[in-house]
């Protein structure tokens, strides 16, 4: 049928229904007229005088019945949002239902008038009555649907729940689900013509009053234990997509809903329904924090929980307390970096409330932030990982150099700012301009970079996380520092998460807390460990607390693999040199210091009854325990002394500290030339130079010393000794020297050069100094001298403009003619600097 052949029939059903309709009238008008000759006119009357009764007591009905709805959801259901959507739930708004039944009273009550005092015939005003009639009638099925509604919200509210679950579901099936409906594109519409008849309904009131109901129902049936399945399945598919604007929304307002739930469910039910709320709870909020910078606020909330809540909790049920949130760590696509700052500082919250209010929380603590520690693994990605991903890098010169800068900064030996700017300005230059020569074709080379770009962006994202993980692992340290004093008992349980002693299996997995004799000389290494940032914190913890908890485990370890491991042997197990990990000459020299106060540490474990007591060391065991505590100290500092040494003697020199030097010494060198006049006056020409040599210890020019050492008095000593030496060569050299045992200076000179025989034959007869200056015995003049310590007694009277050096220009460092050079001795690093300049003869 085409578009005209439609028209018509749209038409043609017009007229029909037009004229049904009048026929209706007339019929109407005639049965009215047909009364009135009847003399039945009355029957109208009582008609509205019906409409008048029963729309005011259903009026006075409808009334209380929404005010025990509005109660109901106050006082029995708790649920405010529900309030907000009960009228598009039974499809009647209270509010205007209530005006309606007032409205067809007042206008009953009109006609009633009209008709008693006969303003108009009556016969004019029977469709405006059957009008009232038909519109009272709707009214009053209204009210039936709204008494139905209300019977079933007092009694049923599982039908209730039913019915905003599937507003909700209809929501999520149009949106974020519609993917996943497997229903087709039918259905899809479906929902879609479904919702145009609908009554909108803001998806976030009927989010937060299927919660509420949820937490209504947990709290009153005691055979539901948790959510139900539906509304975490359609959850978890929302928070996989977060991305997605209908799931952000749907996400967003969940979590806002759920802390009222554990809330309610702490004190109304059992401590397993709440592990299954908090844990629901605690597995989507670390999956939004991860993803989203706006649900950074979540973190918030559950310090607040844990700070406010939980405390008449068993310590196994403390899952905000605990840290579960960590339990949950997925090392998924984040915003930002920025999401491990706010974990961080969460894991700092929880540890430092639990060491001074429930120390009985830290081993449940640690054992949930485990799970973020393991994933350090998942990365070791440094310079050898990029040709994996651009083959052609194979054979780049910077791959080796790159490859320690990454394992570095993994390390925490230099930071990320540091390493990026490597990156920036050496490394990538570097391996794109390799590239270029390797590869003629262009768009294959762009595809390497950007491959290159990739292989980068994993390697920071690895960066993050193990930096993330190393200030977990400080943290714990410093913890477990404070309750070594008051709690070891703790202190043992938190070491025995992994790998406890006795133990026939191994763990490969991580945790917070050293396992072994490797990593307790790890953490003993490690400056960060000793560092000043959290001097602020834990009451102002001193570095002897760190060592102590070092030593407390390494007590642990010793009697873990000397003793109890040992158990039933007849020859006494001996003890090895340590293994020193790789660490800065700083980190070295400073732990070498520190293994007398580690020794101290290790005798004062030995001796805390409560610690060794809880280890069941008996006291023929502890004798021997603490002859092997003493050794390995001695050992320790053998095999530190040992790796210093080897470090000095085999760490590639700092180039950027070799600069520095060149660049202090010289400006040095420069500033203090200019103050001698000798200087003021060159001659150019060839001149052999003058070679000076010195050396300085190696350490001086290494990486990671924590030694800041300053050059730049090197350039004014340098510079004093190339003047005297070319002041003793004019005086010892020039043909117009004299001799103070024959003359004495005439005041025709500029300034003066003298010996210090000479100065001292001037000054016995009768000559005075001031400062630089000589002044003659008559006091009627003066001249600057400079005094050099030299055999003789000679001295050199200098005219004005007069010039006594000459210079050659031909090699420049920082502008002066000088030329410096250095040799790696092994021990020492030596300098030879070359100065083209002399005195002329």
Known sequence: MDFSGVINSILQFGVKVNQTLNDFGCWVITAARAAIVDEKSAVWVTLVTDIITIAAALGALALPISLNVIEATRTRYRSPSLLKITSSLSGIDAKKLNQHLFMVLAVSLAAKLIISIRVFDLISLVPYLCALTVWFGSVVYQVYRHLKFTYTFMSNIEEIHERIYRSINNYAQASFLRADGGQGLSFSRSLRIKG????KVRVQDSIAALIELESYLLCTDSAKVTLDSRITDISYK?????DNYEANEFARHLLASLPSVLAAVEVS???DVYQSIAGFYLYLAMGAILSKEEYRSQIGVIERIARFREEKLPSYGRFCRNGRLFLNFANKTKSSNEAYTYLQEHFNFLIETSVREQPANIPELLSNV?????????YQEGGWGLPKHVAELWGCSCLPEFDSDVADTYAGRITTGELKERIETKYKPEMQAYLEVKISDKTLVKDRFDAIDVALDK?????ALKKFSSEIETGTLRALATLLSTHPEIVVECRELRNPAGSRSFNVGHSPVPTSLGECIGAFLSSKNFGEFYTLRLDDLQEYKIVDAIGALIVY???????LGATGATIKPEMSTPTIPTSLLGELKDATQRVPLLKTSLLKTLANDRFIDRLGVLPEQALSLREYACKFCDLLGEALEQKTKSQIA???LDLVS???FKREVVEQLGSSVSEYSLFKRLTLGQVQPIVSHFSLPRVTFLSGTDTHYIFDMYGSDLAREVHDWLSTQILLYNHRTENSEFTLPTRKADWMICSSGALKKFLSVGFATSGRNIIWPDGKGRMKFIEVDCDGSGYYLVLSGESLLTVSYEHLEGGLPIDISFTDNGESVSFKIEYFVNARR
Request: hydrophobic share 40%; charged share 25%; glycine share 6%.
């Open 269 to 271: 039910r059992e401590v």
């Open 650 to 652: 085999s760490q590639k």
């Open 557 to 563: 370890e010793l009697w873990s693999t000397y003793i």
């Open 370 to 378: 485990r799970y973020v520690i393991q994933f350090k693994g998942n």
């Open 196 to 199: 145009l008849f609908s009554k």
């Open 658 to 660: 070799l600069e520095r």
């Open 238 to 242: 929302a928070f996989n997509n977060l």
């Open 459 to 463: 390697c920071w994202k690895g960066i």
